[in-house]
């Protein structure tokens, strides 16, 4: 089976896992929740094989822990938010707790902080200290933080949509480019990081991400018969530029990578690397996309 | 002048603003504010500075903008909640948005993530690239997040006082230590990060920081004419366990300066060497303390 093919075949086997997640909501998304954990864990061991050098070394467990932890508290916060299932009463109270009566990732953040450098004094030798903690936090900020965003992106009403249009976006984008790049690919775009990526690839990529767009939004209102909560114009301004945004999550992937002088970040997905290689861009536009709702319905719009 | 006379007189002009600051609440605490961010301008400094290596170099001017945003949604979150001034209506409502309505210190983190990996992208040669990132972010946690509870801390009804009971554990311990160890020392602690530290330093320390509360409590109670919030046997296991925590905080910032070469983090304080050397242990007891009541009072406790 040739490279392409095998790329395909795992991408439809991942999309078809992904939907079931979004929409299967018994047991309270608990799949969503372990699956959550098993990129937790596959990811931070990625970053931090990163991360290893002659003097320093992450700490994965304590990275782990705190980020599940994170990862945890968001999980909470979605159930009690969400309108799919309706988990216990305490499941409310926590969740409400979690959101409003005390910031439960500053919290953990700084906890993980002064365990780390607690570690850091009595077990590990002198040199190193600074990016063995450093990147220790890495992990959690570049891949627990986000991944509770999802959740919180899920939480909307149009929820689901919005998961959809973050989705499509990043790997329209994505696979545009790779092929973009394949048929037309002529011109380099100059960058150090990822020097066989061209101008055409990336315009490609753009210009493929929007009308997935309008072709997600005209298949979402005729399957639901609900209108999506975007206009028009909104959709090609957040197909547009959240196809930028997914290159800069892709290209700062690529520069873990180059500075670790690895080139895939393990071989866990056949086809595509391994699993920061396909989540990397989601890492940071699905945040960004929850974000950009989130000031939408603070500035009074419906969401 | 010798060393632990300028130490003391040091000590003593510090001693003085830093009441001023917490009793001084005209302006709405403007000078606290002011104060957090020329911290957080010369603490980032040292910090950064430590982090400089060969090949790679944390990001100052973006560091500094989020540390300074981060500590700023502290402070208009304190203004909601503090009892001692009254501000606008409008500083209100933003401030129960900024608590309840979204948690913007990850919305922080997260959007300074995104930035710095685009800086490293296009304005940074490849290698480094881990340490950089992870260094700057290292920065807004080890010094915005924990000076951003000093005033979640002095929000509570009894805020004064409990900055009064963790500064004089912390200080007192230090102080404790370095006098006992001068005047008692023999066993050497056994730490390969300061070797000069001795078990009989840290027993007197732990043991002054334990007096001192009972101390302060007596005044507290003597001129405020208030009962203290805190039972006998609460002061005294606080005093135990957050001298200790303020010896890891002293200990994590000496691993930063082993691990960079480096003997003081700066001149800035005369007799006491860099900001970080002396704000280091209150870095992690000043959110520790704050977490601690915010835990007693979300089990019912008053506080």
């Known amino acids: 089976m040739n490279e392409t093919a095998l790329r395909l075949l795992s991408a439809i086997a991942l999309v078809i896992a992904y939907v079931f997640m979004i ?29 290893r050098r002659e003097d320093s070394k992450p700490f994965f467990l304590t990275g782990f822990i705190f980020s599940a932890l994170i990862f945890t ?35 953990l953040i700084f906890a993980m902080s002064v365990t780390l450098w607690i570690l850091q004094i009595f077990k590990r030798p002198l040199d190193g200290a600074l990016f063995s903690v450093g990147a220790t936090i890495l992990g959690a900020v570049y891949i627990a933080i986000p991944l509770g965003h999802f959740l919180l992106l899920l939480a909307f009403p149009f929820g689901a949509y919005y998961i959809f249009l973050v989705s499509t976006i990043t790997f329209i984008s994505d696979a545009g480019a790779y092929f973009g790049g394949r048929w037309f690919g002529k011109h380099s775009a100059g960058l150090k990081i990822s020097p066989k990526k ?15 767009v309008l072709l997600l939004n005209y298949l ?9 909560p975007v206009t028009v114009f909104e959709s090609i301004l957040l197909g ?22 690895i080139k895939d970040s393990s071989a866990l997905i056949p086809g595509h690397g391994g699993l920061l290689d396909l989540a990397d861009a989601l890492l940071f536009t699905v945040p960004a996309m929850y974000y950009y709702f989130q000031f939408k319905g603070m500035l009074g719009f419906p969401v």
């Open 240 to 261: 547009f530029f959240f196809a930028i945004l997914s290159v800069m999550g892709d290209l700062a992937e690529s520069a873990m990578k180059r500075d670790a002088k």
């Open 198 to 212: 061209t101008w055409e690839g990336y315009i490609v990529g753009n210009i493929s991400a929007v009308l997935a």
């Open 220 to 228: 979402w209102e005729k399957f639901s018969g609900m209108k999506v």
């Open 73 to 107: 508290v968001y999980y909470l916060q979605f159930l009690g938010i969400q309108f799919n299932v309706s988990p216990p009463q305490w499941v409310y109270e926590t969740s409400k707790q979690l959101r409003e009566g005390f910031h439960p990732v500053a919290f």
């Open 23 to 51: 929409f299967h909501s018994g047991f309270y998304y608990l799949e969503f929740y372990l699956f959550g954990l098993l990129v937790i864990f596959f990811g931070l061991r990625e970053l931090y094989a990163f991360c």
